[in-house]
């Protein structure tokens, strides 16, 4: 059977079957690792302890970190990580924190697939929702507690509602003021964000229809007020509490800083993204390559030239920015995979041998890559996991072959595609369920959290961290622990004799030594723990120590 063929049969299936099978395969690449991944630094971790710090207070308009405010997103992801902390009662586990995450990672594969459905067929849109639950990047977003899963479901939702209005579906009014609701989750979730797809996808509109007219269907003047109900409300409130400290810090310096240069050294050439996306769109990354002749020749198709609007200003806007993270671009991926699908199923997808050729090398290098790449960490890192080559051999080797097929056969068969499918879920299991939760060296906040001696009539020791100041090991052991220097670590021994702990990185363990030594302390240290700060990139060697007792 072709893939066109068997496209075509899966969009006669109920809608309730494709849609619930699209739920059990997100589900089944998404869950591994979800709850046995530590906390990752940094943006995960300070996400979760500033949800963490607004349930224990009750202050849900503030967003602090420990006793700094955290004015740089808005206050929505917090908002459904402590609902979802609330339920679960499990303030202390991450995965309670990534649950909003996963939901919004799933529904954003859902909304995939209905967009793709509403312009192509509901094969296409199956398709392209499986492309996105696959993607090496939505998978990470779904584990990790931070903004950008459920952000992507908010621009789904809103351009799906723009969309039924623009096809002049039932229920234009509600479809209309559902948008600008959409939009104003979205807005209150990581600012203008979702504003960048929606332009796109309409400037795409106008230039088909020649004509703005069609705006009006979108009830703008009702619409901006339904947009200022969902989202002013916390925006007054926390420029009420913070004396519009919050805009100052996040269009002043948060956003400013992202267009004016990289920020926090993550600042890269124009490129950046289209060198990654053969990676962060894997597998099936290999599709969006085949399928760029098929695009181009199909630029005049209307419902292509949406698509290209909505991912082209979305691309363009992100690599013109200096600041680049490989996520700022997901937005634009739910379009490029209704692409690749859409062109998998066209009769003639065209494309000359030497592209495919092109393609699968692409494609292919970055499969080798990945194969190489957990051997290469394990020796790095001095693990004893498991045997790695095992892995590259079996699993991502068949990868190529099945590519190789898709690629490059005279006639494609729609067993490569189900190949592939079956490949990324034992990449994930593997991967994210059994390799990442066990390189131990890189997770060096749950050692020392769970090395923290008990101290005896201490309800919980008292930390303070000199030379390694990752907030995962706030979020794991408690909002009062200090990050500090040596000397900072040995006042506060001294200002603790009963329940403090220094946990002392070999960096600050002179300055915390001689501070011992000038105010006459004695200390006694209780355990080490070796490993690498990921975040940094230096390895570590922390000792922990305590106030010697008196005899």
Known sequence: MTPAAFIDRIGAWPAALRYGLLTVIALLLFLPGFTSIPPVDRDESRFAQATKQMVQSGDYV?????????????????????????????????????????????????????????????????????????????????????TDAMLLAATLAALALMLRVIQ????????????????????????PIPFLPVAGLGIAESWRRRSLGWLAALKPLTGVLVFIAVAAPWFIAITIVSDGGFFAESVGKDMVAKVASGQESHGAPPG?????????????????????????????????????GWALLTWI????????????????????????????????????????????????LV???????????????????????????????????????????????????????????????????????GLTPVFVSPRIAEFL???????????????????????????????????????????????????????????FLDRVAASGQKVLAVGAVEGFNYARGKRVLITLYIARPEP
């Open 367 to 437: 499969t080798l890559a990945l194969a190489a790449a957990m051997p290469v960490l394990v020796i790095g890192l001095g693990q004893h996991l498991f045997d790695p080559w095992w892995f590259s051999g079996v699993i991502l080797l068949p990868a190529i072959f099945a590519g190789a097929r898709l690629a490059l056969a005279r006639r494609a068969a729609a067993w490569q595609l189900v190949a592939i499918l079956l490949c990324a879920g034992i990449f994930s299991g593997i991967v994210f369920g059994r390799f990442l939760p």
């Open 317 to 364: 806007v992100f690599a013109l920015t200096p600041t680049k993270l490989a996520h700022y671009v997901l937005p634009a991926y739910p379009a490029l995979a209704i692409l690749a699908v859409a062109a998998l199923n066209d009769v003639d997808p065209g494309g000359a041998r030497w592209w495919r050729w092109i393609a699968f090398t692409l494609w292919g």
């Open 62 to 146: 503030d967003i602090r970190m420990q006793d700094a405010p955290r004015h740089k997103k808005p206050a929505g992801i917090y908002w459904l990580q402590a609902v979802s902390v609330h339920v679960t009662g499990a303030v202390d586990a991450i995965w309670a924190y990534r649950i909003p995450s996963l939901i919004g990672a799933i529904a954003a594969v859902l909304l995939t697939a209905a967009i793709g459905g509403m312009l192509f067929h509901p094969g296409v849109g199956f398709g392209a929702g499986v492309i996105m639950a696959s993607s090496v990047l939505l998978n990470v977003e779904a584990r990790t507690a931070k």
């Open 453 to 511: 001696p008990e101290r005896p009539g201490c309800e919980r020791p008292f930390l303070a961290s000199a030379g390694f100041s990752e907030p995962s090991l706030v979020f794991l052991t408690e909002t009062r622990t200090e990050l500090t220097g040596g000397a900072g670590a040995a006042q506060h021994l001294a200002a603790h004799p009963d329940c403090g702990v220094a946990a002392v990185e070999q960096r600050q363990l002179q300055a």
């Open 168 to 191: 002049d579906r039932r229920h234009g009014r509600a479809n209309a003021w559902g948008f600008w609701a959409a939009l104003g989750f979205g807005f209150l979730i990581k600012g």
């Open 272 to 308: 950046l993204y289209l060198a990654l996306a053969t990676l962060t769109f894997w597998p099936f990354s290999l599709l969006g390559l085949i399928a760029l002749p098929w695009i181009w020749r199909s630029r005049a198709d209307g419902r292509v030239l949406l698509l290209l």
